[in-house]
């Protein structure tokens, strides 16, 4: 299950499953387990929201719709976590669709995954494939809140009170931030893949979310460890959102794929 086209109601959907045993030596069928009772979106979707909603008012030259973009990328903290390289001779890709590739291990793990909450999420990265253009793209890297908050002033002309909103929403902006969400960037040329393995806990609840600069068409999978795909989407668009309840401790492998022309900078941010 993915949200490329992120509703503005930010509605999601969670996968239920059979209500699997969280112990790794049950870790048979697809790692998905019943809905958890505290699942609420997070700043992972948070962030996808603001990226959607920002593109709509850039389109509509509304600087109010781009302000409240601003308010909801500010609102979102997230720790910068650095990857650990990933041993390619360790992924496998599933051949039923060559065009879009759906990575998990080679040999499962055997071994759940341990990470201490306090540290930020673990995760691990390898590029695949040859860069098939040296086109950079336009950006660099996602909208961030500040130069939301900025188009939102270039937008809003000589009209004082809209700019006046802006100032105070922007000395309002680190207010009540949704914190515990870890963010990684990746510059992915055309022709590209990176493939990411990321462990989450069983019984709890677990978002994805992949926020591209614009630049280029971004296909996402997500599969566990036994190669079963738990989200899906290759739609036109380099935004997604994915959220699942995982039944026992476990990696999870995230294919990004860079579809297009140039070079996409993306951010992957988990809860």
Known sequence: MSLKAFSLALATTALVALNLPAVAEDAKGPN?????TDAAPGAAATMTLAQDLYALGVQQGDA???LAAAK?????EATEGTAGSLDPATIKFDDEDLLHMKAYPAEAPKLPPVYEANAGRAAAVVTLSKATSEDN??????VSADQMFAKATELSGDDDMLI???E???AEGSRGRIGGAVEWLSRLPAGQTDVWEIPFYGNSYAEIAVAGDGDADLDVAVTDENGNVICYDVSYSDRV???WTPAWDGY???????MGGSRNSYYLLTN
């Open 252 to 258: 999870f492998y995230v294919t990004v794929q860079n």
């Open 168 to 170: 105070d929403a922007q």
């Open 241 to 243: 959102y994915c959220d």
């Open 164 to 166: 006046g909103l802006i």
């Open 137 to 142: 793209g336009a950006s660099d890297a996602p």
């Open 32 to 36: 998905l387990g019943a809905t958890a």
């Open 64 to 66: 109010l719709t781009v």
């Open 72 to 76: 909801l990328a500010a609102s979102v």
